[in-house]
C-alpha cells in the first residue's frame, strides 16, 4: 500500500449512524459506485429504528464492500470506532443523513498527502430557509478550521497521531481536531468539487436544538484552546443574521454557550484530547474483503 500513489491508496468511509432509517439507505446506494478502491465501515450507536437492519440490506447485495459495527458512543467517539476497525491509508467521514455526489470520492482522491487534510463542499437540502444559513468560519494559521467531519479525509496516520475526535465534546468535535490537525503542521484543502449533500433538521424546534448545542460545543472549544474568537468582529457577526430564522439560530446558539458557562464547573475541557488511545468496536458483520 505505501507504494501505491496516494491516488490509488485504500479508502476507509467511516459513517456514524442513530436512527437514520430514512436516509441511511441513500447514503450507502451513493457510496457503493465511488472511485476504487474503498472500503465502508458504518458505526451505529444503538438505534431504535431499522437503520442497522436497511444497511445488513446493503451489505447483502455488496458483502465485500460495508462492515456494520454496534457500539453506543458519541458521534466522536463513533468515528473514533470506525477508524480503529478501518484498513485504509485514509479515512473519510461522512454522516448517516447525507448523500455522496458520484464523483465525491474521486475529486477528494486528487488532495490527498501525508500531512494533509481535505474539504469538500457540503451542500444542505431540506428546508431551504435553514439551508440558506452560512456557518461562522474560524480561521487558524490562515485556515478554515469549521469544515464539517460530514465531508472530511484524514491520512489515517496523522488522525491517529492526533488522538483522533476528543469524545468530551458535545458537538464541535471536527472543529477541535481540525485546530490539532493546523497546529501539528498540517494543511487543510478545501475542493468545492466534491459535493456531499446533507439532509437538514426537519423542523425547527430540532434545528434550534441543533444550534443550541453548537453553541454549547464552541464554548467547549475556548476551554480546551483558550479565547479562540477574539479576532472575530462581533459586528460582522451580528449583520451575518439576516431574517428571523438567522436570528432564531443565533439566540439559541448564545443560550447553549451561556449554558455552558453556568454550568461547566469541573467539567471543563484541559488540553488532553480526552482519548488514551483508539477504541476497536464490536463488528456485526464480517470485514471487508
Given amino acids: 500500500m505505501g507504494s501505491e500513489p496516494a ?6 468511509i467511516v459513517v456514524t449512524t442513530r436512527n437514520e432509517e430514512p436516509h441511511v439507505g441513500q447514503l450507502l446506494e451513493s457510496l457503493a459506485h465511488q472511485d476504487p478502491p474503498f472500503e465502508i465501515v458504518l458505526v451505529d450507536a444503538l438505534s431504535r429504528d ?18 456494520i459495527v454496534v457500539r453506543g458512543c458519541s458521534r466522536g467517539g463513533g468515528r473514533n470506532v470506525g477508524v480503529a476497525e478501518a484498513r485504509g ?7 448517516g443523513d447525507c448523500i455522496a455526489d458520484s464523483g465525491w470520492l474521486g475529486r477528494l482522491r486528487l488532495s490527498f498527502g501525508p500531512k494533509t487534510v481535505v474539504a469538500g463542499l457540503t451542500v444542505a437540502i431540506g428546508k431551504p430557509r435553514y439551508g440558506a444559513l452560512e456557518r461562522v468560519e474560524l480561521f487558524q494559521g490562515g485556515y478554515d478550521v469549521t469544515y464539517p467531519s460530514c465531508n472530511l479525509v484524514y491520512p489515517r496516520a496523522l488522525f491517529e497521531r492526533l488522538g483522533g475526535f476528543d469524545t468530551r465534546f458535545v458537538t464541535a468535535e471536527d472543529i477541535d481536531l481540525n485546530l490539532r490537525a493546523v497546529r501539528g503542521g498540517a494543511s487543510i484543502r478545501y475542493d468545492d468539487q466534491a ?3 446533507h439532509h437538514m433538521r426537519a423542523t425547527f424546534v430540532r434545528f434550534l436544538y441543533q444550534a443550541f448545542w453548537n453553541g454549547y460545543g464552541r464554548k467547549q472549544l475556548t476551554e480546551k484552546h483558550g479565547s479562540l474568537w477574539v479576532r472575530y468582529r462581533v459586528r460582522r457577526l451580528l449583520a451575518g443574521q439576516k431574517g428571523v430564522i438567522a436570528w432564531a439560530r443565533l439566540v439559541a446558539a448564545l443560550g447553549g454557550y451561556a449554558t455552558r458557562v453556568l454550568t461547566g464547573g469541573a467539567r471543563r475541557l484541559g488540553p488532553g484530547t480526552g482519548e488514551a488511545e483508539l477504541p476497536s468496536g464490536t463488528a456485526r458483520s464480517g470485514p471487508a474483503a
Avoid at 431499522?50 to 462492515?67: G, K, N, Q
Fill in 7 to 12: 491516488g490509488r491508496s485504500l479508502v476507509s
Fill in 50 to 67: 431499522r437503520t442497522v437492519a436497511v444497511a445488513e440490506e446493503f451489505r447483502a447485495r455488496h458483502p465485500s464492500l460495508l462492515r
Fill in 89 to 95: 491509508e485514509y479515512v473519510a467521514f461522512i454522516d
Fill in 195 to 197: 459535493i456531499v449533500l
